[in-house]
């Protein structure tokens, strides 16, 4: 067996900012042990760690790595390793920047065979509830084989610009969150109401505006509230457990706050660049 002893490591201590030092022993990559003055067994390699502060490996549960299909724009193995590069060692990966998506058993099984061996990390897989599979009519079937198979869940759209994977109409999102309630499925949302959005879109484009602060002013902050007070109602009316993705504003986090309080199993979560940055470092910086 393969054991190697971790010395003078700075870890937390629990209790503010404060941290102790540990020795720490790995065999075949898992943890054996962990005590401030663990020795060495004899010819086990020996490791060094002072004055690093060791911290736990993160857990990036909404990732876009591309494979296969979209492998111009990132692939499973070189977001993975960026991601083991900066402490990441569990990823999620999305359904929707695949082709074909993960909306299927078959869909998955062709994901898998694609990244068996292409990861630095941990990963588990979302499925999906896109339009398109719902207008196949077997998406109840669907979603089962991809539950029983170990998806952690399924991501849909309030709205989609992937023609491969269609948002949800507000009647079809009721649907899928009826049944998924019952199967005790969680359902992760992409929350920005259309209806606010696209006459807003459309109006800009007559003006001939494509500038990264036109994409700002078409995604105000009550399409992302509008979108998430339609989920949590629908949410609580089915007794649905469900999560929203990438929370881009305030206000959108208050109102997922008060649904919780209000008894909604729903959670959130956001996106570093949203508290780093607004839309005037848009504005400056560009797309890219």
Known sequence: MSSTLFCQA???SGEGNAVRVVNFRLKNGKFQAIAPDLEPSPGEKQVNLHPYLILPGAIDTHVHFNTPGFT??????AGSAFALSGGVTTIV????TSLPPVTTLANLEKKL???YDQSYTDFALWGGVSGNLIESGAWRKALLELQQAGVCGFKTYAL???PTFTHLSPDQLAAVLEFAAHEQILIAHHAEDPAIIH????QLQQQGRCDPEAYFWSRPTEAEVSSIRRLGNLA?????RVHVVHVSSGAGAQLISKLKSD???????TCPHYLAFNYQDLIRMGAS
């Open 72 to 77: 111009e724009r990132e692939t499973f193995s």
């Open 93 to 96: 990966d999305m359904p929707c």
């Open 263 to 269: 008894g909604v199993d729903i959670t959130g979560e």
């Open 199 to 202: 006459p807003l879109m459309e």
């Open 10 to 12: 700075r870890i937390q």
């Open 113 to 115: 065979s694609a990244i």
């Open 236 to 240: 609580a009316r089915y007794q649905a």
């Open 160 to 162: 989609s610009g992937m």
